[in-house]
């Protein structure tokens, strides 16, 4: 079947730095994306990886190992309106994507 | 309109009455998707429609059912509300490319009673 796994919830302090985990088993691959979910709002795009490697967007870094079936978000210089939902989603060989139950992220001043 | 709306904002329906939830784009995106959102689960794809005129089931479509007249809207209609489909409702659309990025709609926040 198809699995996600990802930290329920994680707390970290104004300034510092976090990595979120998600691992995956899906039928075929084809990407994996993260998105942003703040509470009572629609989820919001981040970031989008495909091949291996680390892909940096500012203060956000996204991570894949298609061997490992692996992924990780890096959120630098955590603000408090990084205080959110943080989904992982690969897409399968249907191209359709499959949404983890996202990483609470708490953050404290 | 900028991107997709969805309407209404929030519902509480009685068990057994006819619903329909609307969403409109205006991005002229080729594919568009309906989910629900429940405590503790990841989204689920209950329908989608890769191009006008086209719908196709999604993980959970029982008890659901959407039509695609047109690019711009995808409603979605429950023909007879049960509890269990209390939810909140997320609609998106993408270019319709295999690996697009999704945007979504504020969602509705549905209430079966």
């Known amino acids: 079947g198809q699995n996600i796994d990802q930290p329920t919830e994680m707390t970290a302090t104004e300034g510092a730095i976090v990595q979120i985990n998600c691992t995956y088993q899906?039928?075929?691959?084809?990407?994996l994306f993260w998105y942003q979910q703040h509470a009572g709002e629609a989820p919001t795009f981040l970031s989008y990886?495909?091949l291996d490697g680390l892909e940096e967007k500012g203060r956000f870094s996204s991570f894949l190992s298609r061997s490992k079936g692996y992924s990780y978000l890096l959120l630098k210089e955590l603000q408090m309106k990084d205080s959110a939902s943080y989904l992982c989603?690969?897409?399968?060989?249907?191209?359709?994507?499959?949404w983890g139950a996202g990483t609470k992220l708490i953050i404290k001043p | 309109i900028a991107g997709i709306t969805q309407a209404p904002t929030s519902q509480i329906l009685a068990a057994g009455r006819r619903m329909t939830l609307r969403c409109t784009q205006d991005?002229?995106?080729?594919?568009m998707y309906w989910y629900r959102q429940d405590l503790g689960l990841g989204l689920r794809l209950i329908h989608y429609?890769?191009?006008?005129?086209?719908?196709g089931k999604g993980e959970v479509p029982d008890g659901y059912s959407v039509s695609r007249a047109n690019t711009d809207d995808f409603p979605l209609t429950l023909a007879s509300a049960v509890p269990s489909q209390t939810s909140v409702y997320f609609c998106?659309?993408?270019?319709?490319?295999?690996?697009?990025?999704?945007?979504f709609g504020p969602g509705t926040r549905l209430t079966v009673l």
């Open positions: 998106a659309s993408s270019k319709g490319q295999a690996t697009d990025t999704q945007y």
């Open positions: 991005m002229r995106h080729n594919a």
């Open positions: 429609s890769n191009t006008a005129g086209t719908t």
């Open positions: 899906t039928s075929g691959f084809n990407g």
């Open positions: 990886n495909v």
């Open positions: 989603a690969p897409s399968d060989s249907n191209y359709q994507l499959i």
